[in-house]
């Protein structure tokens, strides 16, 4: 019987049986829950990749062509691009262009910029990025 099976074992035993020693129970159980939980989420843990799919796509254009992105903008790459969503209602492509522009902003690749009713986004920098 491998460690880990035998750690199961003896945790099984004592959540059917009980013992005379409640309160040790109790705590080797909490110990046990704890270091489980503990190895399930270091498993979960991957490393940040970045943005995928059209929101790297995006973003790869943005970097390959600096300036003034509106939502104008990245609905016309949309529209150019082979993406799937080019097929989408018009008014579904403008919510998908202001929010994939507004999650690149939250996560620090994008600075939005607004002047008197008209709002755009440009690449963050050392010097813009707050």
């Known amino acids: 019987m491998r460690a880990d099976q035998r750690a199961e074992y003896i945790v099984q035993c004592i959540r059917e049986s009980g013992s005379m020693y409640e309160d040790d129970a109790r705590q080797f159980l909490a110990d046990h829950d704890a270091h489980v939980r503990a190895e399930a989420l270091a498993e979960a843990r ?3 990749s ?17 300036g003034e992105w509106t939502t104008r903008r990245v609905q016309q790459l949309y529209r150019d691009s082979p993406l799937p969503i080019t097929q ?3 008014g579904r492509l403008r919510a998908v262009a202001r929010g994939d522009l507004r999650d690149l902003a939250a996560w620090g690749h994008l600075v939005l910029n607004e002047t008197a009713g008209r709002r755009f986004y440009t690449l963050a920098t050392r010097e813009n990025r707050t």
Request: no cysteine; hydrophobic share 35%; aromatic share 0%.
């Open 46 to 48: 991957t490393p940040e």
């Open 50 to 66: 970045g943005p995928t799919g059209r929101v790297a796509v995006l973003l790869d254009a943005i970097r390959t062509h600096p």
């Open 88 to 90: 989408a209602p018009n």
